[in-house]
């Protein structure tokens, strides 16, 4: 056995188990992004509630002080050009986000801005509300295909180390 065949397996194994575990990180992307716009949601409503803002100037607020900001500038700056919040909301960049949260958000864009403050504080407190049982689905789901994938990457390295070997 030369010493370039055991680099070279070596190196294989090396290159799947850093795969794995680059992958597996990635996954926390999603999450992140489901914790900022919940942070975000549950900011609009006490927007709202406290200081009465229609939801325009809410939008405008977030673009500065949101987690979500690029969503809430490229909002604010459709609506200055005349769409409704709806239309501008889901023209603007979202942060990766799964279908559910999509769909979440999505209605919630369709109803904002057409009730009294109580309303809307209800209506944004109740999307947070489901948004955060949907990220806690996604961790658990997220968590387990992580393992799965840095357990395959590890065996995929052995497999190749050993066919090199």
Not at 125 to 146: D, F, G, M, N, P
């Amino acid at each position: 056995m030369s010493a370039a065949r055991l680099t070279a397996a070596a190196a294989a194994f090396a290159v799947c188990a850093v795969f794995g575990a680059v992958r597996s990180a990635r996954q926390n992307v999603l999450l992140e992004s489901m914790d900022d716009l919940i942070t975000d949601v549950r900011y609009a409503a006490s927007i709202i509630e406290l200081e009465h803002l229609p939801v325009g100037e809410m939008a405008k607020r977030l673009a500065f002080s949101g987690k979500c900001r690029t969503l809430w500038k490229e909002t604010t700056e459709s609506m200055r050009r005349g769409s409704t919040f709806e239309k501008a909301f889901e023209s603007a960049s979202k942060p990766p986000l799964c279908p559910e949260a999509v769909r979440v958000t999505e209605k919630l864009a369709s109803f904002l801005g057409s009730g009294d403050v109580k309303t809307e504080v209800t209506r944004l407190l109740s999307a947070a509300e489901r948004l955060s049982e949907i990220r806690a689905i996604k961790e658990t789901e997220l968590a387990q295909k992580a393992k799965l994938v840095r357990v395959l990457s590890v065996m995929l390295g052995t497999a190749f180390a050993l066919l090199i070997i």
